[in-house]
Nanobody, 116 residues
Framework: QVQLVESGGGLVQPGGSLRLSCAAS????????GGWYRQAPGKERELVAS????????KYADSVKGRFTISRDNAKNTVYLQMNSLKPEDTAVYYC?????????WGQGTQVTVSS
């Protein structure tokens, strides 16, 4: 059974930092591309950041460039999202995704709330 389990969300003040983790099991994670998405209330789910299977190429949404960093540790079957300089508009449920061809798996999501 494939599972992606996110952790690290919570409440943080504007300007603060959080590190999200997504631990994968049931798949050979090192051959899957990884990604973080988010969905705010009333909005569609959007891509935040992605990383290739080997970790050599990353992409970011314009809104998070320079503030967020995606990384992965294939030995630990884990993908991370370091979020710095957080803004209220970053408030959302954050989901991790593993994808390879037509095989796509999602985590259950973790809430990130940025508020003073």
């Amino acid at each position: 059974q494939v599972q992606l389990v996110e952790s690290g969300g919570g409440l943080v003040q504007p300007g603060g930092s959080l590190r999200l983790s997504c631990a994968a099991s049931g798949i050979i994670f090192s051959i899957y591309a990884g990604g973080w998405y988010r969905q705010a209330p009333g909005k569609e789910r959007e891509l935040v950041a992605s990383v290739t299977a080997a970790g050599g190429t990353t992409k970011y949404a314009d809104s998070v460039k320079g503030r967020f960093t995606i990384s992965r540790d294939n030995a630990k079957n884990t993908v991370y999202l370091q979020m710095n300089s957080l803004k209220p508009e970053d408030t959302a449920v954050y989901y991790c995704k593993a994808a390879r061809g037509n095989k796509v798996y999602w985590g259950q999501g973790t809430q990130v709330t940025v508020s003073s």
